[in-house]
């Protein structure tokens, strides 16, 4: 069974540009998480999606938004892109069964620098 | 607020030796835990999970154990190997949430 597939794997934006990162879950997998990775903030929760619903969101500003498809794939959107939110980007997928509980499966995510 | 975090930021050990990774957290509601590894260039990579009802999980080399008096989580890892090398994260779930928190994550390095 593949894994989570996040694409592109290096992503070079400059100041006030828009992104679109792209995760394809694994096979199965209704939920999807995103997360940003920093090295000063670690690991912060942005959102996540069941059933092309966002189900639970993170503290981050309106600039940051996602989207699931009918077949579960996931797109996460950045718009005016600052220096700040040079980071990892992962996303991870699990079943999404209610009450949680269960391991996320994460991508090797998407290296995003602001210039 | 409610925080997960971890003891130590760095942890060296021989090869061979056994290692322990610490993690507090502070969310009582938490009642699901994770320990992810994570390598260079890569995304976190599921170790073992435990759930609040239990407070000692073993894998493959790896025992979690789970104190919720003091809200302790420890990984340990047997006879380390440098292919253990990898910075490790504690994350916690509340029941019923699907926002799981990771820790800042502590940095193993393993001497030959």
């Known amino acids: 069974k593949a894994g989570v597939t996040q694409t592109p794997r290096y992503l070079i934006k400059t100041r006030g540009q828009q992104v679109t990162l792209s995760c394809s879950p694994i096979?199965?997998?209704?939920?999807v998480s995103w997360y940003q990775q920093t090295p000063g903030q670690g690991l912060q929760f942005l959102f996540e999606?069941?059933?092309?619903?966002?189900?639970n969101k993170g503290n981050f500003p309106g600039r940051f938004s996602g989207r699931q498809f009918s077949n579960s794939r996931s797109e996460m959107n950045v718009s005016t892109l600052e220096l700040g939110d040079s980071a990892l980007y992962l996303c991870?997928?699990?079943?999404?069964?209610?009450?949680?509980?269960?391991?996320?499966?994460f991508g090797s995510g998407t290296q995003l620098s602001v210039l | 607020g409610e925080s997960v975090g971890l003891h130590l930021p760095t942890l060296s050990v021989q090869e061979g030796d056994n290692s322990i990774i610490n993690c507090a957290y502070s969310?009582?509601?938490?009642?699901?835990f994770i320990w992810y590894k994570q390598e260079s260039g890569k995304g976190p990579q599921f170790i073992i999970d435990?759930?609040?009802?239990?407070d000692k999980r073993q894998g493959q080399r790896v025992t979690v154990l789970l104190n919720k008096t003091v809200k302790h989580l420890s990984l340990q890892i047997a006879a380390t190997q440098p292919g253990d090398s990898a910075v490790y994260f504690c994350?916690?779930?509340?029941?019923?949430?699907?926002?799981?928190?990771f820790g800042a994550g502590t940095r193993l390095t393993v001497k030959p």
């Open positions: 991870a997928s699990s079943q999404g069964q209610a009450g949680g509980h269960e391991k996320l499966f």
């Open positions: 096979s199965g997998h209704r939920s």
């Open positions: 999606y069941f059933s092309e619903t966002q189900r």
């Open positions: 969310n009582s509601a938490s009642d699901y």
């Open positions: 435990i759930r609040s009802n239990m």
């Open positions: 994350a916690e779930l509340p029941y019923n949430n699907n926002d799981m928190r």
